[in-house]
Nanobody
Framework: QAQLVESGGGLVQAGGSLRLSCAASGGTFRNYALGWFRQAPGKEREFVAHISRMFGTTYYEDSVKGRFTISRDNAKNTVYLQMNSLKPEDTAVYYC?????????????????WGQGTQVTVSS
């Protein structure tokens, strides 16, 4: 069973960058496909990015393509989300999550393990 802990959130001006990290413990990290989701106040949790377990194939929500990059370091049991050119609409609590396959990677109910979330606030 995996435990996930996010870090790296904060307050940044529009156009700035942040790198989120999610450290995993428990289970075998390389067996997990990993995703990032976000939830803004009054809105549903939405998919941001996903990275597969075997080949590191990546998938992104359309609004973050070209600005965000998901990556993983299996030696460090950590998944990252590099966020560039941030916009006020990126403001949300960001969550990392783990699952055992990459099917339906956009569906948050498909994920088995979740972190506690980290706040990202982008000021205009």
């Amino acid at each position: 069973q995996a435990q996930l802990v996010e870090s790296g959130g904060g307050l940044v001006q529009a156009g700035g960058s942040l790198r989120l990290s999610c450290a995993a413990s428990g289970g075998t990290f390389r067996n997990y496909a990993l995703g990032w989701f976000r939830q803004a106040p009054g809105k549903e949790r939405e998919f941001v990015a996903h990275i597969s377990r075997m080949f590191g194939t990546t998938y992104y929500e359309d609004s973050v393509k070209g600005r965000f990059t998901i990556s993983r370091d299996n030696a460090k049991n950590t998944v990252y989300l590099q966020m560039n050119s941030l916009k006020p609409e990126d403001t949300a609590v960001y969550y990392c999550a783990a699952k055992y396959g990459s099917s339906r990677y956009e569906e948050f109910l498909e994920y088995d393990y979740w972190g506690q979330g980290t706040q990202v606030t982008v000021s205009s």
